[in-house]
């Protein structure tokens, strides 16, 4: 086994380093922050390899021309995950467990990250966990109680329809589905439209603002003639106004938005436009539990200046992992709405719960 240090500007630089001079066998030892001899901290890598006796190295730090970022996408993503893995592997566990010296809370930590919270995330809730315990060392009752709680403190919940104004000509209240292609909008607007008609008897009027693909209108209209509800088409501000005024009487209606890729273009910005000054609007912004976080991240980014009233994160059934919602829930601080648990319309639709949330984490009770 031979072993070689590399020192590079970044991590990424640093991994390729050790992919190009060790091979893809390489093994990463460790991994600190270090000063160049100009006093520039770099990223100092430990990494392995077995070439049998021939082929010695010399363990010193190798301060090769760094590599640009490769603009691979592949390449770059592979390199996320990697450096996901490493700083997994040889920080978080070992940095919590240094910094707490206490086992139940290290292993809670891995727990939590293993259920997709990522480790700023997770560190942060437990820390404030920490500081919720009783003095001493908590047992791992109080940690999970004290977990819970902070849980319970820092998601926020909303029932957008808890109160659904009714009468003669009332002005309809638009409920906009907003959010990335394919992510289940339509689906989930039909989930929620069977169950304001048919559970709570509310009068509904559908809009779709989705014209853009062929056959989405067709998906609507489907379900719209179902659930025998009237169904408007709107491009255009004005369209949505004479579209709403038709609807007049109908306290809820329900807007399903555009099939468009939301980077490319001004897809935000003609929403923006169709909605600058409308009043009585609820954005949701539904997101997939599937979404990389860093993915989540953006598009929330992306859909702020649109004023989520809420999150609704559908596929929950789809990844094994749905902690992951709660990194940009906790991060942004928007409530949850809704879940989406499946395909079946209009079944697989659940309020957020904070039972429900603490259940990504400790599926079958603790
Ligand atoms: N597994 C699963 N699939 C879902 C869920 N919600 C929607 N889908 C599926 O996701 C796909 C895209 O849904 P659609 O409503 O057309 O997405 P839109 O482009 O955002 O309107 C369809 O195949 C839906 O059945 C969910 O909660 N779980
Ligand atoms: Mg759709």
Same mark, same amino acid.
């Given at each position: 086994m031979q072993v070689k240090t590399f020192v590079a500007p970044t991590m990424p630089q640093a991994l390729e380093m050790v992919r190009r001079e060790l091979g893809p066998d390489a093994i990463l030892l460790g991994n600190r922050k270090v000063k160049d001899p100009d006093g520039t901290m770099c990223v100092e890598i430990t990494a392995a390899v077995?070439? +049998?006796?021939?082929g010695a190295f010399e363990n010193k730090p190798f301060h090769g021309e760094p590599v640009p970022p490769t603009q691979d996408p592949i390449v770059q993503e592979q390199l996320e995950d990697i450096r996901g893995m490493l700083s997994l592997l040889l920080s978080a566990k070992d940095a919590f467990a240094r910094l707490h010296g206490q086992e139940a809370v290290s292993e809670l930590f891995q727990h939590l990250l293993l259920r997709g919270l990522n480790e700023k995330t997770a560190f942060g809730l437990l820390q404030n966990t920490l500081s919720a315990c009783p003095d001493g060392v908590p047992t791992k009752s109080q940690l999970l109680d004290a977990l819970n709680r902070q849980l319970t403190d820092k998601v926020g919940l909303v029932d957008p329809f808890a109160e659904v104004r009714e009468g003669e000509g009332v002005a309809p209240r638009l409920f906009v589905f907003l959010g990335p292609?394919?992510? +289940?909008k339509t689906t989930t607007l039909a989930k929620i439209a069977a169950y304001l008609k048919l559970k709570r008897k509310v009068p509904i009027g559908i809009i779709s603002?989705?014209?853009?693909?062929?056959?989405a209108l067709d998906q609507l209209r489907t379900y719209a003639d179902i659930l025998n509800v009237p169904l408007k088409v709107a491009q255009t501000r004005l369209e949505l106004a004479s579209a709403r005024e038709a609807l007049r009487g109908h306290p809820v209606v329900l807007v399903d938005t555009t099939g468009r890729n939301y980077l490319n273009g001004n897809t935000i910005g003609d929403l923006q436009d169709v909605f600058r000054?409308?009043?009585?609007v609820c954005h949701f912004l539904v997101l997939s539990a599937t979404a990389k976080d860093e993915d989540l991240r953006h598009v929330i980014q992306r859909f702020r200046p649109l004023g989520p009233h809420s999150l609704i994160f559908t596929k929950i059934d789809e990844t094994l992992t749905p902690g992951t919602i709660l990194n940009p829930v906790l991060r942004f601080a928007y409530p949850l709405s809704y879940l989406g648990?499946?395909?079946?319309?209009?079944?697989?639709l659940v309020r957020a719960t904070h039972k429900r949330i603490l259940g990504f984490f400790f599926p079958r009770g603790r």
């Amino acid at each position: 086994m031979q072993v070689k240090t590399f020192v590079a500007p970044t991590m990424p630089q640093a991994l390729e380093m050790v992919r190009r001079e060790l091979g893809p066998d390489a093994i990463l030892l460790g991994n600190r922050k270090v000063k160049d001899p100009d006093g520039t901290m770099c990223v100092e890598i430990t990494a392995a390899v077995d070439r +049998g006796a021939s082929g010695a190295f010399e363990n010193k730090p190798f301060h090769g021309e760094p590599v640009p970022p490769t603009q691979d996408p592949i390449v770059q993503e592979q390199l996320e995950d990697i450096r996901g893995m490493l700083s997994l592997l040889l920080s978080a566990k070992d940095a919590f467990a240094r910094l707490h010296g206490q086992e139940a809370v290290s292993e809670l930590f891995q727990h939590l990250l293993l259920r997709g919270l990522n480790e700023k995330t997770a560190f942060g809730l437990l820390q404030n966990t920490l500081s919720a315990c009783p003095d001493g060392v908590p047992t791992k009752s109080q940690l999970l109680d004290a977990l819970n709680r902070q849980l319970t403190d820092k998601v926020g919940l909303v029932d957008p329809f808890a109160e659904v104004r009714e009468g003669e000509g009332v002005a309809p209240r638009l409920f906009v589905f907003l959010g990335p292609t394919g992510v +289940g909008k339509t689906t989930t607007l039909a989930k929620i439209a069977a169950y304001l008609k048919l559970k709570r008897k509310v009068p509904i009027g559908i809009i779709s603002l989705d014209t853009y693909r062929i056959g989405a209108l067709d998906q609507l209209r489907t379900y719209a003639d179902i659930l025998n509800v009237p169904l408007k088409v709107a491009q255009t501000r004005l369209e949505l106004a004479s579209a709403r005024e038709a609807l007049r009487g109908h306290p809820v209606v329900l807007v399903d938005t555009t099939g468009r890729n939301y980077l490319n273009g001004n897809t935000i910005g003609d929403l923006q436009d169709v909605f600058r000054d409308v009043d009585g609007v609820c954005h949701f912004l539904v997101l997939s539990a599937t979404a990389k976080d860093e993915d989540l991240r953006h598009v929330i980014q992306r859909f702020r200046p649109l004023g989520p009233h809420s999150l609704i994160f559908t596929k929950i059934d789809e990844t094994l992992t749905p902690g992951t919602i709660l990194n940009p829930v906790l991060r942004f601080a928007y409530p949850l709405s809704y879940l989406g648990v499946g395909q079946r319309v209009p079944e697989d639709l659940v309020r957020a719960t904070h039972k429900r949330i603490l259940g990504f984490f400790f599926p079958r009770g603790r």
